[in-house]
């Protein structure tokens, strides 16, 4: 039976992996999803700070998998200024993180692409604000904090082996997995950039009642692998088919021939699986709470 791997820390990510859509869901879901999410923000109107504990909010560039080597230092690079101007605008001092605190608090701030980047060949870059469910406070003074990098000669600049004409990429707020220092879920470096306080927080765990069919049960062929995809977990612990996405390890060649089949035939059996998984819910001070994971699962490894 396939099994997931134990010891690995569910967190908040936000990755650039290839979607892999399965379907919208029923209006009725969309109705208790709604109901789940309104009850959601009324508990959390009710969580209190004490106990509490000081947690790190990172920045870091999210880039598409195909972006050549030097693009994607430079989205660091400016990620890496944008950090430092927002640390200035939150009033940090030397090496010392600032408090987002009273401007900045826990509520709405996750894992989440918040400004885009586009940067052209000849010309100077845009940005613009993606997600409505950060902060809008912290996202706006991310906007400004990229405003003022760019004006101070810390801005983008056309690396001369991209092609094209334009390129983008995002920067995300970035969370550490609870009881680690650094945030889980990329390879891209993440630069420490303020802190906030949060309640007590849980993360989601497998209930372990179910598991992936191993496609070669039984049969003479027992070949081993390894699925990795990220999802959300919503508050109620079903998976949100809609954000289901299948992670590749980037700089990773794909398999070709029967090994690619023998993957395809895993990676097909886990999307099978995942809208019928159940979780118990992340919490935040008690509150169940939506929360995206990446789950490792390996099929062909005995239990």
């Known amino acids: 039976m396939p099994k997931q791997r134990h010891g690995t820390p569910w967190s908040f990510v936000a990755t650039l992996a290839v979607c892999i859509a399965l379907g919208a869901t029923s209006v009725e879901a969309q109705s208790v999803d709604a109901k789940s999410a309104a009850g959601t923000v009324a508990c959390l109107d009710t969580v209190s700070l004490t106990p509490s504990k000081q947690m790190l909010v990172y920045l870091r560039a999210g880039v598409a998998d195909s972006a050549d080597t030097g693009f994607a230092q430079m989205a660091?690079?400016?990620t890496q200024?944008?950090?430092q101007h927002l640390r200035q605008l939150l009033h940090g001092k030397g090496s010392v993180l600032p408090r987002g605190e009273p401007v900045i608090t826990w509520r709405h701030i996750e894992s989440h692409p918040a400004l885009g980047v586009t940067v052209y060949r000849e010309g100077p870059p845009t940005f613009r604000s993606l997600s409505p469910r950060i902060d809008s406070v912290a996202g706006a003074l991310l906007l400004r904090a990229a405003h003022d990098a760019q004006a101070a000669g810390d801005g983008t600049f056309w690396p001369g082996?991209?092609?094209g004409d334009s390129a983008r990429f995002v920067?995300?707020?970035a969370l550490p997995?609870?009881?680690?220092?650094?945030?889980?879920?990329?390879?891209?470096v993440a630069f420490p950039?303020?802190?906030?306080?949060?309640?007590?927080?849980?993360p989601v765990t497998a209930t372990g009642t179910s598991a992936p069919a191993d496609p070669f049960a039984g049969s003479q062929l027992q070949p081993t692998g390894e699925v990795v995809t990220d999802f959300e977990v919503d508050s109620t612990g079903h998976v949100d088919p809609s954000t289901i996405s299948e992670v590749w390890p980037v700089g990773k060649e794909r398999p070709t021939g029967q090994a690619l089949?023998?993957?395809n035939a895993f990676l097909k059996s886990v999307m099978r699986w995942l809208p019928t998984a159940t979780f118990i819910p992340?919490?935040?001070g008690g509150c169940p709470i939506r929360q995206r994971i990446r789950e490792p699962i390996t099929f062909g490894v005995s239990q």
Do not use: H, W
């Open 76 to 78: 660091d690079l400016f």
């Open 177 to 188: 997995t609870l009881g680690q220092a650094f945030p889980y879920g990329s390879a891209r």
């Open 193 to 202: 950039t303020f802190s906030v306080m949060f309640p007590p927080f849980s």
């Open 261 to 263: 089949a023998t993957y």
């Open 81 to 83: 200024s944008a950090s």
């Open 161 to 163: 082996e991209t092609p």
């Open 171 to 173: 920067i995300e707020f």
């Open 282 to 284: 992340a919490r935040i």
